[in-house]
């Protein structure tokens, strides 16, 4: 069963306008850390914004922020006045415990944004 | 520049052949982990060390194996290559083995390609 639901293959924006990429997981875990990753067309991942299950507040990094909504399996990521660097691809990916043995990610399919200038 | 550095960045070879991929994890961290980027597949997880041994396995196929010396680099052994294997092979590090805060920052990638 896929855990990590990315349902935007790809996305525009205009320049300067906030965009929202959605990510929805499926978890029976209390415990669970959620990571946003962009990749370029370069090819190398590179770690955004990470959002911990037990957090209360919404995880921010710069530009970057992570709606998050438990009860709902979702973790958002928004970018605000986006800019022609941040098109990519980006991936949603969760740590799930397993008996503290390992920390795997498990990634979404990705969602490509492109910026229109 | 996450401080994770692979080695080397492209590879071709050909099917039935072996072939070794490098990593050095940033400065501090003990575990590595390695992942397969394919088109069909996405983003899989093969394999995690964690200060030199065996943390946590994923997909990974019989043919692969891998291993994290004292020194904490690492190295994916992949052998008796198909067509399929080609992919982009990232080797991530962190700072423990399983904190659920740890964050991987991953290398830059090594693509390799089976003729």
């Known amino acids: 069963a896929q855990k990590i639901t990315q349902t935007q293959p790809g996305m525009f924006v205009q320049e300067k306008e906030a965009v929202t990429l959605d990510c929805t997981y499926d978890?029976?875990?209390?415990?669970?850390?959620l990571f946003w990753y962009k990749q370029p067309s370069s090819g190398e991942m590179i770690f955004l914004i990470y959002?911990?299950?037990?957090?209360?507040q919404n995880a921010t990094e710069g530009r970057y922020s992570l709606n998050f909504q438990k009860a709902r399996k979702s973790a958002n990521l928004v970018i605000s006045a986006s800019q022609l660097g941040d098109s990519a691809m980006y991936f949603c990916?969760?740590?799930?415990?397993?008996?503290?043995?390992?920390?795997?990610?498990?990634f979404g399919g990705g969602t490509r944004l492109m910026v229109k200038p | 520049d996450s401080g994770v550095t692979q080695t080397p960045k492209h590879l071709i070879t050909a099917t039935g052949q072996r072939v070794t991929l490098r990593c050095s994890p940033r400065?501090?961290?003990?575990?590595v982990y390695w992942y397969q980027q394919s088109l069909d597949q996405g983003l899989q997880f093969l394999i995690q060390?964690?200060?030199?041994?065996?943390?946590a396995k994923g997909n990974i196929l019989e043919r692969f194996s891998a291993q994290q010396f004292p020194d904490l680099h690492s190295e994916l052994n992949l052998s008796s290559l198909e067509l399929g294997d080609s992919a982009l092979y990232f080797c991530?590090?962190?700072?423990?083995?399983?904190?659920?805060?740890?964050?991987?920052?991953f290398g830059p990638g090594t693509r390799l390609t089976v003729l």
């Open positions: 991530a590090s962190s700072a423990s083995s399983g904190y659920r805060t740890d964050t991987q920052y």
């Open positions: 978890t029976s875990d209390q415990s669970y850390g």
């Open positions: 959002q911990g299950s037990y957090d209360e």
């Open positions: 990916a969760m740590r799930e415990p397993r008996n503290n043995a390992g920390n795997m990610l498990t």
């Open positions: 400065s501090g961290d003990l575990s």
């Open positions: 060390y964690y200060n030199g041994e065996e943390r």
